[in-house]
């Protein structure tokens, strides 16, 4: 098993998508606010939390909203996104992730999310893979959000392993910078140029076993 010990896992874009939830639900609300949301800027409220994208998106429509009205529109586009969150099934796990993670199991690493997202757990319940997991450190969890390394550090407590036993699976480069921040092995999932400061970078889980630990 060599150095590994826990792999810590984002959930958006790496076991599910659900981007694509976030962002119908974000465009609705730019909507709502009398301004439009394209998917190209959609990319920039990857990986970050609910308030810090409500103020990216506040800035680009050129909106001030008091704290009352922020609150407001906040809890509107989760339900909003939880409504698109209910309809979800097992079938939507990306390719290739479930039987990583099992693999990961079977093979003895602990497993670990680390979203910033605070449905986690509901998400992990509807596609049936919250089984698989030792621990679940979610957005209810954290105080400090990506880039920071806080989401991982507190799985590495969790799962008991020392930050250079642990290797983050991150879509987005907000999460490998938190990985590294936190003194972990980073496997960027997705486009190896946006995604180059990770220690390895594949484009999903098809066809990739436990040799890609050998690297680390």
């Not at 996104?81 to 097992?90: D, G, H, N, R």
Request: with cysteine; glycine share 10%.
């Amino acid at each position: 098993m060599g150095n590994i010990k826990s792999c810590l896992f984002d959930l958006d874009g790496v076991i599910v998508d659900t981007a694509k939830y976030h962002y119908k639900a974000w465009k609705r609300l730019c909507n709502e606010l009398g301004f439009d949301l394209t998917i190209d800027e959609n990319e920039n409220l990857k990986g970050i939390s609910r308030a810090e994208s409500l103020d990216i998106l506040l800035k680009k429509g050129n909106v001030r909203l008091s704290d009352e009205k922020r609150e407001m529109y906040m809890e509107r586009k989760n339900n909003w996104y939880l409504e698109y969150v209910e309809q979800m099934s097992p079938g939507e796990a990306l390719p290739g992730s479930l039987d990583f993670l099992k693999a990961c199991k079977d093979a003895g690493y602990k497993v670990a999310l680390g979203s910033s997202s605070k449905n986690a757990l509901r998400i992990l319940e509807k596609i049936d893979v919250l089984h698989l997991f030792d621990a679940v450190i979610d957005g209810t969890k954290v105080s400090k959000g990506k880039p920071d390394p806080q989401t991982f550090t507190l799985g590495a407590e969790a799962t008991k392993a020392h930050p250079s036993e642990c290797v983050v699976f991150e879509d987005s480069i907000a999460g490998i910078e938190a990985g590294i921040a936190g003194g972990m092995y980073t496997v960027g999932v997705g486009d190896p140029e946006t995604l180059e400061r990770a220690n390895l970078v594949i484009s999903g889980f098809e066809n990739v076993g436990l040799e890609i630990f050998e690297k680390f």
